[in-house]
């Protein structure tokens, strides 16, 4: 195995582990429509060595992993009601639903997180064990060389 070869490897590896994070958010999620679990993407942002995940998703995501704090100001009417409307609840709701989140809070669900944490460990044994099969195999390669008569 060549460094080309073992950093191919990695590469895949860890593009392959965006996959199982975009499944475990989406499994964090429970909303009614499924519009907010449809919605989740999970894209390679990769560059040469560097190795990136970009999530995207409605723009009420953030509240569904983050919550919001009880008491504070009513969200804005506009983006409740683009919220309804996603999730198929009459416009005219929006305000109710504002009051509500302003007095109650919304609480956090941390999907995004809870996915993050589930598969750093998993991800970081998996980079170990194809790294250490690959020096084992480089070393190989290097003493087989050393010893072959020509």
């Not at 999620?29 to 190795?51: F, H, Q, Y």
């Not at 996915?115 to 087989?144: F, H, P, S, W, Y």
Request: charged share 25%.
């Amino acid at each position: 195995m060549d460094n080309s070869k073992l950093y191919i490897d990695l590469v895949e590896y860890v593009r392959s582990r965006s996959v199982q994070m975009e499944e475990d958010v989406v499994l964090g999620i429970n909303s009614a429509t499924g519009a907010l679990s449809k919605s989740v993407e999970v894209r390679d942002i990769s560059s040469g060595p560097i190795v990136g995940f970009e999530i995207s998703a409605l723009p009420y995501f953030k509240f569904v992993e983050e919550g919001r704090q009880k008491g504070k100001k009513m969200p804005p009417i506009s983006s409740i009601q683009d919220w309804c409307e996603v999730v198929g609840i009459p416009v005219e709701a929006a305000y109710p639903i504002a009051k509500k989140i302003s007095i109650n809070g919304i609480v956090a669900k941390h999907m995004l997180k809870n996915a993050i944490e589930k598969n750093e460990q998993e991800t970081i044994d998996g980079v170990d064990r194809i790294v250490g099969e690959g020096l084992i195999t480089m070393a190989d390669n290097l003493i087989k060389s050393l010893f072959i008569t020509k």
